[in-house]
């Protein structure tokens, strides 16, 4: 049996987030290119195996390093002047190893749906006593590379009203169209709770205004963003985000918006749409 490069990345296209197809792609190639490399029999040269994923994880990933843009870091010494300092590679870690698993059963899974694969699962107890050790090392690891202890933490997180501001003041002191679009999308993101990909694949239908009454003497609406298709969710559920107006400015989900919809749609010129025909008007992303 011999399945063909190109194959996993047509299985299950239309219902699989496009972010995990991009991950696991290319695991699945480096594994097909390993098999060839090794020359097994003909018939049986990609076929996935329990024997197969834990040699390929053996010699292929476990050693593997992590990608850097550079391996030299600028440093200034005692005497005032900058030096440049080699960063020393680190190996790749328990999460890293865990997708490379992932995509090699999910490569598995799908030659078992061709029926062109017969061997049982190649997640053995073996992989799991590897993923298990290196799960008991990895602190010691991150020690041993000095990696902070702070990331991940509610440390690494912005707390305040002013850290928030900051951070949508980094977007909107661009002066321009894709700042004023980033800080929306930020403030959308931290007010419904929403996760990038999310934030990235609504449209101007998603959006909607809904008047809340008896909340005091001037009108107040509330920003509902309407989602049926993400990571998180595969089967059309049906969930709802939302946000309100500010009363600082800065921080105002409604503010932002605004000035990126007057920017995008006066000052760059786009065509307003015509929102008498929703066929010109649904599809556009916001």
């Keep these: ?89 680190k190996k790749i870690g328990l999460s890293a190893v865990r997708i490379y698993v992932a995509a090699i059963v999910d490569l598995w899974q799908y030659q078992r749906n061709l029926g062109v694969n017969t061997y049982p699962s190649p997640r053995t107890r073996l992989v799991s006593r590897v993923l298990k050790e290196m799960e008991r090392n990895e602190e010691g690891e991150k020690r041993a590379q000095f990696v902070d202890k702070v990331i991940g933490t509610m440390i690494d997180l912005y707390t305040s009203e002013e850290e928030l501001e900051s951070l949508v003041s980094y977007f909107t002191e661009r002066n321009t169209e894709v700042g004023l679009r980033d800080a929306g999308s930020f403030l959308l993101s931290h007010y419904a709770l929403l996760c990038g990909h999310y934030a990235r694949e609504l449209e101007l239908l998603d959006m909607h205004s809904l008047l809340m009454p008896e909340e005091g003497y001037t009108d107040c609406h509330a920003l509902l963003l309407i989602m049926r298709k993400g990571k998180a969710n595969q089967f059309s559920r049906l969930e709802i985000g939302a946000g309100l107006r500010n009363k600082n400015v800065f921080v105002c989900p409604f503010a932002a918006l605004a000035m990126y919809m007057v920017w995008r749609f006066h000052l760059s ?18």
Excluded at 8 to 15: E, I, M
Excluded at 49 to 74: C, H, I, M, S, W
Excluded at 269 to 286: A, C, Q, R, Y
Aim: one cysteine or more.
């Design 1 to 89: 049996m011999k399945v063909s490069h190109s194959q996993p990345t047509g299985f299950n296209k239309g219902s699989r987030p496009l972010k995990t197809q991009r991950v696991y792609e290319p695991c699945q190639l480096e594994f097909q290119r390993w098999c060839e490399a090794k020359d097994f029999p003909q018939e049986t040269r990609t076929a996935v195996t329990p024997q197969k994923l834990a040699t390929f994880l053996d010699e292929e990933v476990l050693n593997k390093t992590q990608r850097v843009r550079g391996t030299k870091r600028k440093h200034t010494d005692a005497s005032g002047e900058n030096t440049q300092q080699h960063v020393p590679a």
């Design 269 to 286: 010129g786009e065509t307003i749409p015509n929102f008498k025909n929703s066929e010109e008007w649904d599809p556009i992303k916001l």
